[in-house]
């Protein structure tokens, strides 16, 4: 054959893949997902990952986060089911496993960043991200508890608050409580794109969050929508917010490809529950090279646009790299 272009050129030794690689997975754009409990447990929904109590998660801090290079952590806390009440108060409280689970990480990593969820959902016996009465989840008064539990978190020494309860206008209002007190250099990472998705499953089971009644759909978006992201969108870059994400990830992509080119800030995606656990299920199936496959799809994940993935495997892709000759 005659042929001027050959493609597999760039293709022929490892050396030429690397140097062109438009895409490199590296440990300092990932964020590890934590949760802290009164007892450490395995979490059986989510294979490798554990609940650690405040005490193993110190040691885990000194032991397996002192070195480590991603960009931070995001906590979550697994509340015993009689703390939780209509009103999710334990979510307000400043001595609470969240705070506390926050200012050890702070204490023990202080070059991590940490990042805290704020939702009421793990704190709720509704099992709802917002206030329940009369079988709706209210906006305008969930978004007053929702700033008052970001404060409590910046006040445990939270370098980001994430809220991904999806109610109107939280951003601002948490953005403007947090500047009145003195906390203007907390960002805010807005869950601005959180689909009401099948794939949060096994973190529900993890957290006992599973709504009591009905599902998300009224505030979480449809799945059928991607315009409609970009609405969300412009109003949460209006708002303040520091880093906009999309989430789930991987049946996501074109929405994570989309905020790229719409947005001045940078992009998350949340590789969530089910994603991770369909992978380790495959593998330890032996259907897959679970590894591998991880790896394609975070990589995939930062080819359609995303700057920082949130995923379980974060460490454990770290360690892979490091490896890696
Ligand atoms: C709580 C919250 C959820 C997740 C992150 N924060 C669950 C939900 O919205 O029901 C899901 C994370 C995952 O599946 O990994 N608002």
């Not at 440990?27 to 109590?53: M, N």
């Not at 110190?58 to 002192?66: A, D, G, I, V």
């Not at 609470?96 to 689970?101: C, F, N, Q, S, V």
């Not at 204490?107 to 709720?124: G, I, N, Q, R, Y």
Request: aromatic fraction near 6%; charged fraction near 30%; hydrophobic fraction near 40%.
């Amino acid at each position: 054959m005659n042929l001027i272009n050959r493609p597999r050129r760039n293709r022929k030794s490892k050396a030429v893949r690397d140097a062109v690689a438009e895409t490199c997975l590296r440990a300092s754009s990932l964020i590890q997902p934590l949760f802290v409990a009164e007892k450490t447990k395995d979490i059986e929904s989510l294979f490798d990952q554990k609940k650690l109590s405040l005490k193993d998660l110190r040691t885990f801090c000194e032991t397996k986060l002192k070195n480590s290079k991603i960009m931070g952590v995001l906590l979550f806390a697994s509340i015993d089911e009689s703390l939780k009440n209509t009103q999710a108060s334990e979510a307000l409280n400043e001595k609470g496993l969240l705070p506390e689970a926050v200012r050890i990480v702070k204490e023990v990593c202080p070059h991590l960043e940490v990042l805290t969820d704020v939702a009421l959902d793990p704190f709720s016996s509704d099992g709802h991200d917002g206030l329940v009465v009369g079988g709706e989840v209210l906006n305008d008064q969930t978004v007053e508890i929702l700033k008052k539990m970001a404060l409590v978190h910046a006040k445990a020494g939270a370098d980001w608050v994430a809220p991904s309860d999806m109610m109107d206008g939280r951003v601002s209002e948490i953005r403007a409580h947090l500047d009145e007190h003195g906390f203007e250099n907390v960002n805010i990472l807005s869950y601005t794109a959180k689909y009401a998705s099948a794939f949060y499953g096994p973190f529900r089971s993890a957290l006992d969050s599973t709504p009591k009644f009905d599902d998300k759909k009224t505030y979480q978006m449809d799945f059928r929508n991607k315009t409609e992201a970009l609405r969300e969108l412009s109003e949460d870059l209006l708002e303040g917010a520091d880093m906009v994400m999309v989430k789930p990830a991987l049946s996501y992509l074109d929405v994570i490809a989309k905020f790229k080119e719409n947005s001045d800030v940078p992009v998350a995606a949340y590789n969530v529950s089910g994603e991770y656990a369909m992978v380790k299920l495959a593998a330890k199936q032996g259907l897959i090279d679970g590894e591998a496959v991880q790896n394609e799809i975070l990589t995939s994940i930062l080819r359609a646009g995303a700057d920082v993935i949130l995923t379980y495997s974060a460490l454990e892709v770290e360690q892979l790299l490091g490896a890696r000759p």
